[in-house]
């Protein structure tokens, strides 16, 4: 079974430019979570997906976006870029929603922002 | 509100020898923990879990771990470590409610020949 894939791998945008990441998860897996990290903040919770509704979102202001298609893929997008948003981005799938179920991870997104 | 503490940022063994990774937690509900490692450049990729069965976990690559609620905390363990343990972990708890992971600060781990 292949496992969750990320698109693209690397990606270098300037300021103010906008990004839109790609995420698929596992095949069956309907719910999908976005992490941010980086080496001052660790990794950070940015929402979650599920059903193709957001279910839970963590504390990063509107430029940061979401969505989930029918098939479960998910893309997140980052508006007006700014320096600090430089991070890897990972996504995760898990089968169903709830705290025991075991979340795979992606490769993730390395964005760079100039 | 749930919350992870690791109490090293960075560790250093030698090979062959235990490792003990330490971690406490902090979680409103009855929390699930995980174990995650990351290796350079790579995602990450879970060791164990612990959601309320045995307090005693084993995981991969002959990892453990110990639930202790009295102490709040989860302890990552492995008696004899290899020189492709060489990673960072990173202690995870969710909650029955807030089905976020909510991650540690990470700890690098070395491994001497």
């Known amino acids: 079974k292949a496992g969750v894939t990320q698109t693209p791998r690397y990606l270098i945008k300037t300021r103010g430019q906008q990004v839109t990441l790609s995420c698929s998860p596992i095949?069956?897996?309907?719910?999908v979570s976005w992490y941010q990290q980086t080496p001052g903040q660790g990794l950070q919770f940015l929402f979650e997906y599920f059903s193709e509704t957001q279910r839970n979102k963590g504390n990063f202001p509107g430029r940061f976006s979401g969505r989930q298609f029918s098939n479960s893929r998910s893309e997140m997008n980052v508006s007006t870029l700014e320096l600090g948003d430089s991070a890897l981005y990972l996504c995760?799938?898990?089968?169903?929603?709830?705290?025991?179920?075991?979340?795979?991870f992606g490769p993730g997104t390395r964005l760079t922002v100039l | 509100a749930q919350s992870v503490t690791q109490l090293d940022s960075h560790v250093s063994v030698s090979e062959g020898t235990p490792v003990l990774l330490r971690c406490n937690y902090s979680s409103s509900y009855s929390p699930s923990l995980f174990w995650y490692v990351q290796h350079p450049n790579k995602g990450l990729q879970l060791l164990l879990k612990?959601?309320?069965?045995?307090?005693l976990v084993k995981g991969i690559n002959g990892f453990e771990a110990e639930f202790k609620k009295s102490e709040t905390s989860f302890h990552l363990t492995k008696p004899s470590a290899h020189m492709s343990d060489a990673a960072e972990y990173f202690c995870?708890?969710?909650?029955?409610?807030?089905?976020?992971?909510?991650f540690g600060a990470g700890t690098t781990v070395t491994v001497r020949a």
């Open positions: 612990y959601t309320s069965a045995a307090t």
């Open positions: 095949s069956g897996h309907r719910s």
């Open positions: 995870v708890v969710s909650d029955r409610y807030d089905y976020k992971l909510s």
């Open positions: 995760a799938s898990s089968i169903e929603r709830g705290g025991g179920n075991e979340q795979f």
